[in-house]
């Protein structure tokens, strides 16, 4: 911590961040996913490449689906949600051929959660695109929305309002700065 000094908002907003594991189920309003998902169009990228895309879930049924097959793979119990009950789902995939695909998208996804949490929504990072995106029946829902070309499933940012308190941050782990002056 830097003492006195005041923090800007986007420092402020990566300390106070956290993942929420427990959302309401109303939709957030589709300006502030709009601008969720335009903060993660202006993640960094190898080579200024701006090769991740991004996948919108808002339909209901299409986002229990994932859900589900989400939690098959993961290996829960039928009825958990690995989505915490988030009703948006924002997918990011990067082209299979793009060495920096998964560092790009991951960016895309970090993008996104901080700008949710300055728009006062949760966010959380859930895993297993990479495995839904390898199946036929996910490559298929991608070709049907128009997407051209094979993609690798790099994260689901999940995004909704807060169901209770936000996490508070743990202490941050000393002993992992090194300084080579």
């Not at 830097?2 to 957030?28: H, L, Q, T, W």
């Not at 990072?125 to 390898?134: L, Q």
Request: contains cysteine; proline residues 6%; aromatic residues 8%.
């Amino acid at each position: 911590m830097r003492g006195e000094i005041a923090v800007n908002e986007i420092i402020k907003a990566i300390k106070e961040r956290r993942s929420i594991r427990k959302f309401k189920p109303d939709m957030p309003k589709r300006e502030d996913i709009d601008v969720i998902i335009e903060a993660g169009l202006y993640a960094a990228s190898g080579k200024g490449s701006q090769s991740p895309i991004i996948v919108a879930v808002t339909n209901r049924e299409l986002r229990d689906k994932i859900s589900r097959d989400n939690c098959k793979i993961g290996g829960w119990n039928e009825g958990f949600d690995p989505f915490y009950g988030a009703p948006v789902i924002l997918i990011v995939l990067s082209p299979e051929d793009n060495p920096n695909n998964v560092k790009d998208g991951s960016l895309v996804i970090g993008n996104m959660m901080l700008a949710a949490h300055s728009l006062g929504l949760g966010s959380i990072w859930i895993n297993r695109a990479d495995a839904e995106f390898r199946t036929e029946e996910y490559r298929k829902l991608l070709a049907d929305l128009g997407v051209e070309g094979k993609y690798e499933g790099i994260g689901h940012c999940a995004i909704g309002y807060i169901d209770g308190e936000a996490p508070k941050p743990a202490p941050r782990r000393e002993g992992r700065v090194y300084w080579a002056e």
